[in-house]
C-alpha cells in the first residue's frame, strides 16, 4: 500500500494566503521526512479554497526540496492552459527530477476561469479529450503536430523529450480525475489510471474501478495494463488519541474554510450553482476516511482497498488548519499508521 498526503493550501478564515502556502510546502516537506510515499497539490483559481494556482509550478519547487517522494499534481486542469505547455512542464520535470512528477489532470468546473483564461466554455464541455489527447501524444511521441479543432499547428520536436529521462519509463504516469461514468470511459479507453476523489465512499469508487476494467477490456488494453493500473483514492486523515478528538478537530476548522471557499466559486455562465453544506460535508468525510486513532485510521486504509481495489492514498493532511497541528498529523500518519499497513 503506498500512501500520500493531499496539499490544498487551503486559507482558512483568519488566514492569509502566504500562511496556506507556508503550511502547504511545510506539509510537502514533512511527508517525505515521516517515509511517506507521495505528495499531491491541488490547483485552484481565485478562491481560498485553495491558494495554489499552479500544480504544476508547486511540484517543481516540492521535487527541488525533496530527494525520495513522488510529486503529483491533483489536478492540473486542462481546459484553462494549453496542453503543450503542460506537457513542456511535466517534461522538463520528469527528466530532471529523475522521473518523480506524477501528473494528475482533470476538467475542472464551469467557473469563471475559463472567462479569465480564454478558454470558453467549449473548453469545458466538448474539448476536453482533444487536450488530454495531445498532452498524451506530446508526452510519448518525439514530434506533434496539432490537428483538432482547437489546436491546429504544424509539426514540432517535443524538447525535452521524456523519455531523456535516465529511468526505466518512457515519460511522466498521467492519471485522470474520474468524477462521472464518461471521465472513467475516456480514462479506462487511454488506459489512464484514475485519481478519485475525497467526497465517495468505497462502494461507489469500487463501481468505478470495475466499470474502468470493463471499459479498459472493451477498448482492447492489455490484461496486464488494467492488472497493474495505479488508482489513487483521495480521501481525508486526521489521527488523534481518540476517534472523538479527531472528528472535532475537524468539525471545529472545516466547515468555516469549506464555506468561505465553495462560496467563492462563480461560474462563467451565470448557472446555478449547488455547493454542499459545510458541516454535513464535514460529518461526511469523517465517517468516509480515516479519521481517529492510529489503530482505526489503519483499518478503514485497509477496508478501503481490499473493498475497492485502490492500494494508493492521497490524504488531507491540512483540516485542522493549523501548522502545528498538521505537521503532527504527518509525521503520526508515517510512524503510527503506515507501519501497521505493511
Known amino acids: 500500500m503506498r500512501v500520500g498526503t493531499f496539499v490544498l493550501a487551503a486559507q482558512f478564515p483568519g488566514q492569509g494566503q502566504g500562511e496556506a502556502l507556508h503550511r502547504a510546502v511545510r506539509s510537502a516537506e514533512i511527508t517525505e521526512e515521516a517515509g511517506l510515499d507521495s505528495v499531491w497539490l491541488a490547483e485552484h483559481h481565485f478562491v481560498p479554497y485553495g491558494t495554489c494556482p499552479s500544480a504544476i509550478t508547486l511540484a517543481a519547487l516540492i521535487l527541488g526540496r525533496t530527494r525520495r517522494i513522488r510529486v503529483g499534481t491533483a489536478v492540473s486542469v486542462l481546459p484553462t492552459t494549453h496542453p503543450v505547455t503542460l506537457g513542456e512542464q511535466a517534461a522538463l520535470l520528469h527528466v530532471t527530477s529523475g522521473g518523480r512528477l506524477t501528473l494528475g489532470v482533470g476538467r475542472g468546473?464551469?467557473?469563471?476561469?475559463?472567462?479569465?483564461?480564454?478558454?470558453?466554455?467549449?473548453?469545458?464541455?466538448?474539448?476536453?479529450?482533444?487536450?488530454?489527447?495531445?498532452?498524451?501524444?506530446?508526452?510519448?511521441?518525439?514530434?506533434?503536430?496539432?490537428?483538432?479543432?482547437?489546436?491546429?499547428?504544424?509539426?514540432?520536436?517535443?524538447?525535452?523529450?521524456?523519455?531523456?529521462?535516465?529511468?526505466?519509463?518512457?515519460?511522466?504516469?498521467?492519471?485522470?480525475?474520474?468524477?462521472?461514468?464518461?471521465?472513467?470511459?475516456?480514462?479506462?479507453?487511454?488506459?489512464?489510471p484514475m485519481l478519485l476523489g475525497m467526497h465517495v465512499g468505497d462502494e461507489e469508487k469500487a463501481e468505478m474501478v470495475t466499470l474502468w476494467r470493463q471499459h479498459a477490456r472493451a477498448s482492447g488494453r492489455p490484461a496486464e495494463e488494467i492488472l497493474a493500473a495505479g488508482h489513487v483514492s483521495a480521501g481525508v486523515c486526521q489521527i488523534a488519541d481518540r476517534r472523538t478528538d479527531a472528528a472535532e478537530t475537524l468539525l471545529k476548522a472545516m466547515p468555516g474554510w469549506l464555506k468561505q471557499g465553495l462560496d467563492a466559486h462563480v461560474t462563467v455562465d451565470g448557472r446555478e450553482r449547488r455547493m454542499r453544506d459545510p458541516l454535513a460535508y464535514t460529518e461526511l468525510l469523517c465517517g468516509l476516511h480515516p479519521v481517529g486513532t492510529p489503530r482505526l485510521c489503519a483499518d478503514r486504509l485497509a477496508a478501503t482497498s481490499e473493498r475497492t481495489g485502490v492500494s494508493r492514498f492521497a490524504l488531507l493532511v491540512e483540516g485542522s488548519g493549523d501548522l502545528a497541528s498538521t505537521e503532527e498529523n504527518v509525521r503520526r500518519l508515517g510512524t503510527e499508521v503506515l507501519p501497521q499497513l505493511t
Open 109 to 192: 468546473g464551469p467557473w469563471v476561469d475559463l472567462e479569465v483564461f480564454g478558454a470558453g466554455l467549449p473548453a469545458y464541455e466538448k474539448e476536453y479529450p482533444e487536450s488530454l489527447d495531445l498532452l498524451m501524444r506530446w508526452l510519448r511521441e518525439p514530434a506533434v503536430e496539432g490537428t483538432g479543432d482547437r489546436f491546429a499547428f504544424r509539426e514540432v520536436p517535443v524538447v525535452p523529450r521524456p523519455s531523456e529521462c535516465l529511468t526505466e519509463t518512457d515519460g511522466p504516469e498521467v492519471l485522470v480525475a474520474c468524477t462521472s461514468p464518461a471521465s472513467v470511459r475516456m480514462a479506462a479507453e487511454r488506459g489512464l
